[in-house]
């Protein structure tokens, strides 16, 4: 099977690898640029763990071959942070409001959080939990990270990025 | 898992496309968001050799209201159509089946045709598409053709098209009159497939009697399906005259091999099923009625 090279910008930074086509995106992050903080849970889709920007938009690494984004800007967990590492109203949040426990989900919820606020300023607890609902925590710490989305929220109307 | 190996293919246009699938015969598929596609490729529960991928065909994309029809590329994400101020205005049963399906980082990636061309019996549009008589347009190198959404679902992940054809386009009624709306599902988690969920679009004539009643039913067999006895039950009445329950029951009761998995049995899901189709029909009935 064809190795194919493949360009992408991620994190601002431009990129590029011959690759075979069945490598995911999320493979591409981790093992060829070495960004880790892309992480892999069940590989199929479910539990979003591996979610990160592709032109924008949030997506599952794991279902989209680096192949198909060749040509695209990627932003992954490491790019959410300003360049000199002040961290996002939506990684604060998720500090201050104990989003968090073991972390292994919290970089698919960050970039997922961060594409839904910026699509949803203002949202009711209803469209929170709707946002939610692709990524899974086996923590079970969904109350602490509804209280980060909230508090995300309001420091993002209070004018913050 | 990770993906078996396959040779990835960019033709750049449709008609490159076919010709591609033309060429490559049953080893090949095509690949568009790939939602439904990768996760079957990481459960090794497909190994094509060849993926043809669709996302330089921008033709593909858009949505277009002509002469009474609305026109969804196939390649238009589900996102796009959530976005669509046309299709909220002109198929309502669209717009409001498509919330429904995965969450929304999925509805991203994920395509109308991709959706309907992968034909999974639980899946949302294929039932809405059943519901509103939709027709799907697929290209293949012997040229176009158009095919009736009730034609088009013919087993377990399987369709009507060829080989070698792709899906392009498909064309909704734009709604008219009187009428109504529903689409209801029944999953364990939002963004699950459904255990059962029904589409039902009802259309009233001058007098009130229903001219038009198409109920689409997913998650209750190998394919989507149509209820017809329920469909026939309800045309000609008035809504008054029309027991929700019962017509949930006709529909069920039409059924001969609705599935049992881990999630329900065969009874249960039935159970359901007339449940969600009496649901879905109060409130398309409730909107015919009073807009």
Known sequence: ?161 | MKPPSFEYHLPGGVEEAVGLLAELGEDAKPIAGGQSLVPMLALRLAAPEHLVDLRRLDGLRGVEERDGTVRIGAGTTQAAVQRSAEVARSVPLMARATPLIGHFQIRNRGTVGGSLAHADAAAEYPAVALALDARLEAVSPRGARTIPAGAFFTGLWSTALAEDELLTAVDFPVRRGRSGFAIEEFARRGGDFAIAGAAVAVELDGAGLVRRCGIGLFGLGSTPLRAPAAEAAATGSALTGIDASELGRTALAELDSVPADLHASADHRAHVGAAIVARAWRRAAEEAAHG
């Open chain 1, 1 to 161: 099977m064809a190795d194919i090279t493949v360009r992408m910008r991620v994190n601002g930074g431009p990129r590029s690898a011959t690759v075979p086509p069945r490598l995911t995106l999320a493979d591409f992050l981790r093992e060829r640029c070495g960004l880790t903080g892309t992480h892999l849970g069940c590989e199929h889709g479910v539990c979003g763990a591996c979610t990160v920007l592709l032109d924008g938009q949030a997506v599952r690494a794991c279902l989209v071959f680096a192949v198909q984004a060749d040509g695209a800007e990627v932003t992954t967990v490491e790019g959410i942070a300003s360049p000199a590492g002040e961290l996002s109203p939506v990684q604060e949040a998720f500090r201050d409001h104990h989003g968090l426990q073991c972390g292994f989900c919290t970089p698919g919820f960050v970039v997922s959080v961060t594409a839904f606020l910026r699509d949803n300023p203002d949202p009711t607890d209803e469209q929170i939990r709707d946002g939610l609902s692709g990524n899974l925590c086996r923590c079970t710490g969904y109350q602490g990270i509804l209280k980060a989305v909230r508090a995300a929220a309001r420091r993002r109307q209070a004018g913050r990025p």
